[in-house]
């Protein structure tokens, strides 16, 4: 197996999850009585590149299907961060009815929108049958396709040049990463912007994140690994920010090599010096990594059974694709958490990938008052205790796993 960016050959593996279904292959009924299909979840660290990654077991199409469940608009925080980002990127680079933005990933047009509503031209590029007829029901266009090289030079053709494109929690998803970086350097106008948001490598190590490991994200990205890669496409970033979203992520903004608007802020050079003093392009760095995956797996496994001797019920909430690779990693099924709940209705009546454990309505948790709520998205667990801490009134409690066990 060699790296999907520069092509040397992966030695040194990161963690060994075991074999799992895809995260996201939720199941109906009818295919619980027929075998699933797994693959080895394994990451690797490209020791001349420092890509950390998973080799492509599975391709773009057969995860990411024509009735892919995951619909953005469900997270009431993720949709005012995406607000919030439309607004923010309005005022700086100016833009107007007379420029056009594309996203990449545009899910259910979550995030364009509030381009619409702005008043400026937008178009979204979402492979997945479902969530983009979800995005033209706004009425935002959609175009059913994977992004690439050739779907740029396309739309350069018909359309001319981007002045914004966005894409936020895509770049883990494309097994060929070089192709789909050179997309963005035909698409963008001379002065244009791209951001891309995505989690921080150094967060995911340091935290111990393991769960957000599953088939979808084929590669774990650092500031330093994604502005080489760039450059290597005739684009540089000029600026970063730090953001809350899903564990710690990053979003950065790149433009052409030759743009003459955008110097580079200091949060650039002073990020790429703290990736390098943790150590990011060394062997070192990634070496207790899955002891402590392990410590957290036993914890979480113990948690369960103790609470099935004493006879209190468990239940968990959200279906999430970091759930269920941790619930697979743990070797957990149905017999240890009775139900989860998520908000999602594409997803309520199925069963999650692996463990088979039923995905349900949220307001089962208040028909049935489970002792103990799992929440498997930690990332969002203070808006889950938001909306759920009415549990509190029958004595039930919420339990996080990642990145240590903690009942609160």
């Known amino acids: 197996m060699n790296c999907r960016r520069c092509n040397a050959p992966l030695n040194r593996v990161l963690i060994d999850l075991g074999h799992q279904p895809a995260s ?54 993720w949709v005012e961060h995406a607000r919030r980002y439309v607004e923010a990127t309005i005022a700086r680079f100016h833009l107007t ?24 031209p937008c178009t979204g590029i979402e492979p997945t049958t479902s969530t983009a007829a979800a995005a033209r029901d706004k009425g935002i266009e959609s175009i059913e396709r994977f992004f690439g090289v050739e779907l740029a ?84 970033v000029f600026d970063v920010d730090k953001i809350p979203t899903h564990g710690g992520s990053l979003r950065i903004y790149l433009c052409l090599q030759e743009a003459q608007t955008h110097p580079e802020t200091a949060a650039v050079s002073d ?57 697979n990693y743990s070797g957990v099924h149905a017999d240890l958490i009775d139900f989860v709940c998520d908000a999602a209705p594409s997803k309520q009546g199925q069963f999650l990938p692996g463990s088979h454990v039923p995905i349900v309505h949220p307001s089962t948790l208040h028909e049935r008052k489970p002792d103990f709520v799992l929440i498997l998205p930690w990332n969002i667990r203070d808006e889950i205790v938001r909306q759920h801490g009415a549990i509190r009134d029958w004595g039930g409690r919420f339990v996080v796993a990642v990145p240590k066990l903690e009942i609160f």
């Open 24 to 77: 996201n292959a939720y199941l109906t009924p009818d295919m619980l009585e027929h075998s699933e299909v797994y693959a080895p979840l394994k990451a690797f660290v490209c020791e001349t590149c420092w890509l950390v990654q998973l080799p492509s077991y599975h391709r773009s199409d057969e995860l990411f299907t024509p009735d892919y469940a995951y619909f953005s608009s469900v997270s009431p925080g």
């Open 97 to 120: 009815e007379k420029d056009w933005v594309v996203e990449v990933a545009s899910n259910d047009g979550y995030l364009l929108q509030f381009f619409k509503d702005a008043g400026v």
């Open 153 to 236: 030079r396309e739309l350069v053709a018909e359309r001319g040049h981007a002045s914004l494109t966005a894409a936020n929690n895509v770049l883990a998803h494309v097994p060929n990463i070089n192709d789909f970086a050179e997309g963005f350097s035909i698409l963008l106008a001379p002065e244009g912007v791209a951001t891309f948001e995505f989690p921080h490598l150094v967060n995911l190590i340091d935290e111990c994140q393991f769960d957000t490991i599953y088939h979808e994200h084929y590669s774990y990205l650092s500031l330093t690994v994604v502005s080489q890669m760039f450059a290597e496409k005739g684009m540089r």
């Open 271 to 327: 990020l790429l010096q703290e990736e390098k003093e943790a150590g990011i392009s060394t062997a070192e760095y990634y070496e207790t990594f899955a002891p402590r995956a392990e410590k957290i797996k036993l914890d979480l496994v113990e948690f369960l059974i103790e609470q099935k001797k004493l006879g209190k019920s468990v239940a968990a909430y959200g279906a999430a694709a970091k759930g269920n690779t941790l619930l």
